[in-house]
């Protein structure tokens, strides 16, 4: 005895418009989730130090390389001594007391970086200088 089926599957053009919906809204998700590298293309090694304190993250950074002459870059601009002091004295007007990081290498000379602080000082703005963690010796 054969039966006869009284449904049959509804056949149709698959609907892509919820898969779209989730693929964008993975990646929206994984966008707004994902962590920014801040001045990725600038090398910069700083000194280690063994206390960390201080600002995570600042809207102002003054980056040094250690070439010959070394490179300074403001806010991922490159820079000069005179036109980072005009900057420098530009954001001071506008924000008191801002705060600024200087990210040197550790093979630039002091008196670079003694420059760019007398400068920033003058300008009125606070220098913090950032280092990178030390790394602790090994013990046998």
Do not use: C, W
Request: proline share 9%; net charge positive; hydrophobic share 45%.
């Amino acid at each position: 005895m054969k039966l006869r089926r009284s449904i049959k599957p509804i056949s149709g053009p698959f609907d892509m418009t919820p898969l779209i919906n989730v693929v964008l809204l993975l990646l929206v998700f994984f966008l707004l989730s994902s962590t920014f590298v801040i001045q990725p293309g600038i090398k910069v090694n700083p000194p280690a130090a063994m206390t960390l304190s201080g600002l995570r993250d600042s809207r102002y950074v003054i980056n040094v390389t250690a070439q010959d002459p070394p490179l300074i870059f403001f806010n991922n601009q490159i820079t000069n001594m005179d036109n980072l002091e005009q900057e420098l004295k530009q954001i001071a007007q506008k924000q008191p007391g801002v705060n600024v990081v200087l990210r040197a290498d550790q093979n630039v000379s002091h008196g670079v970086v003694t420059d760019i602080l007398n400068r920033a000082f003058a300008a009125g703005v606070n220098v913090l200088i950032a280092t990178q963690p030390a790394v602790p010796a090994a013990t046998p």
